[in-house]
């Protein structure tokens, strides 16, 4: 029976990104860790099944020309070995209980700062104008990069939501669809890596990654479907609201 459940989860939330594009981790770490799942199993598990669930999406966008490989490459230099680096000092600890305070207030911080991101993002785009040479944008993406890197390894948030901020605020010419197939490009190998990681931590519920898998896989593409009959706004609000409620909740309760 909690198979079952686990299944209608990710179906849940695989239309919810689906139709609104906002990151799976940002959904689906909460939603784990009302079901009951520790921190980092539930944590290390979703980083499993973003990695696997947006492949396909990487392949679609790169065929049809969508990915800057300049912009993932230096965003990726700065997030791969950040979050490798992130997976050996929590290897330090003895036990997983050890972390799990720093699993759950870094949660806290990165659902507030991505509620906050999805709410005003077109707006931070819009009166933020850095007006830097594609030289300068190239290293602050790096260093976009080094933050992401640390934050999704060790919340599984951020990936998509934040990095697609990033690269609409330093790269304020390149188009919509080129962000977003950039930001996934950029966003599978490190949800992929991190999710490696946590797994030679032993912080993997197999039954559980299969049923997300199950459930989540065929309605994001239903979600995509119907995105355009969907009043996208209003979801992207309540959305952001659940988000930071259970920010706040994380971080300081």
């Keep these: 029976m909690d198979f079952l459940w686990y299944i209608l989860a990710g179906a849940g939330v695989g239309l919810?990104?689906?139709?609104?594009?906002?990151?799976?981790?940002?959904?689906?770490?909460?939603?784990?860790?009302?079901?009951?799942?520790?921190?980092?199993?539930?944590?290390?598990?979703?980083?499993?099944?973003?990695?696997?669930?947006?492949?396909?999406?990487?392949?679609?966008?790169?065929?049809?020309?969508?990915?800057?490989?300049?912009?993932?490459?230096?965003?990726?230099?700065?997030?791969?070995?950040?979050?490798?680096i992130t997976i050996w000092l929590l290897s330090q600890f003895e036990k997983p209980d050890h972390y799990q305070e720093i699993l759950t207030s870094s949660l806290g911080l990165m659902l507030i700062i991505t509620a906050i991101v999805i709410l005003f993002r077109a707006k931070i785009s819009a009166n933020l104008n850095l007006n830097m040479s594609s030289n300068q944008s190239s290293k602050l993406i790096f260093i976009c990069g080094l933050f992401l890197g640390i934050f999704v390894t060790l919340t599984s948030v951020g990936a998509g939501a934040l990095g697609t901020a990033f690269m609409m605020i330093l790269f304020p010419l390149m188009r919509a669809k080129n962000i977003v197939g950039t930001d996934l490009a950029h966003a599978v190998p490190l949800t992929l890596v991190a999710g490696v990681g946590h797994l030679f931590l032993g912080n993997i519920d197999y039954g559980l990654l299969v049923a997300l898998l199950i459930g989540s896989i065929p309605t994001i593409y239903i979600g995509t479907r119907i995105a355009g009959h969907v009043p996208n706004h209003i979801l992207q609000m309540v959305l952001s609201t659940a988000l930071l409620s259970f920010g706040v909740k994380y971080l300081f309760f």
């Design 16 to 84: 919810a990104v689906g139709i609104t594009g906002v990151g799976g981790g940002s959904l689906m770490t909460p939603l784990l860790l009302l079901f009951g799942f520790p921190p980092h199993i539930a944590i290390g598990t979703d980083l499993m099944y973003a990695g696997i669930a947006k492949s396909t999406g990487v392949v679609m966008h790169a065929k049809r020309g969508n990915v800057n490989w300049k912009v993932v490459t230096a965003m990726a230099s700065g997030s791969i070995p950040a979050s490798l």
